[in-house]
Each structure stands twice: as structure tokens, then as C-alpha cells.
């Protein structure tokens, strides 16, 4: 009888850790994208890497949908990411809920890097000069967007 109630509770905990890990492996893959621009510039320059911002309008914007659904979501994109990039969504949503800081954050990013379109993607180096901008989407596949962003990064 203990060995049965030993094997049960293992394969309990062993479902526990799996459901953690995904949770885990999910909310990790949401963090990786920062909303703090200062915080996003101290870990590129610790990191030594680049920082893409995606002006957007999440909730409300057809092209900005796209690209995220097509290029920011894909292999591509997040192997780049990983080795090259500190991610910043700049969001403007018409749905979403955002604290008033938040709100006044982005209009002065969009203000900073002049915005004028949803959507826009920057890539700037750790000390804020510009190495890409593309403002609207072509509806280039993810290979080819990556492909734009590597030589961008001199990669």
C-alpha cells in the first residue's frame, strides 16, 4: 500500500512540475518583451545587445496584429531576439488597460523616436543611435523581416 501511495504521489508531482514548466516556459516568452525603455537600455548594455521597440497598437491596429502574428511570434525571430535584442513593446491600445504612467511613458517614446504610424518597429544600439526603422508592414515573410533586422545588426 505505500509503494501504491508513493507512485501516486509521484506521478501527482510530476504533473504539478509539468504544468509548472509550462506556465513557467509561457510566462517567460510574455517577460521577454519589457515595457520599461530605461530598464530595456541597462540590460542592452549589460547584455551587449540592441533594443527593438514595436510602436503598436495592439488591440485595435490590422498591420500590427500581422507582423506579430507572422514575424514577432516566430522561430525567426525569437532565435534572433535571443541573441541580439532587448525587446520593448510600446503599445497604444484602445482596450487594454495601462496605468497613466505607462501611457505617458509611450507617448513620450513615440515622441522621442517620431512615430507617426502604427506599425513601427526601431532598433536602436544600447546608447539610443539608430540601426533600423520600418514603419508599416509589407507583409514580408518572418524569414525576411529577420533577414532585414540581421544585417541591420551587422550580422
Known sequence: MKKLSFAIALAVLGLALGQ???????????DAWLTDYAKAQAQAKEQKKAILMDFTGSDWCPPCKQLHKTVLSSSEFKKLAEQKLVLVEVDFPENKKQSEALKKANAELEKKFKVEGYPTIVVVDANGKELFREEGYDG?????????????LGK
Open 20 to 30: 509548472y514548466t509550462q506556465t513557467t516556459v509561457a510566462a517567460e516568452a510574455k
Open 140 to 152: 514580408s515573410s518572418a524569414k525576411e523581416y529577420v533577414g532585414k533586422l540581421a544585417k541591420a
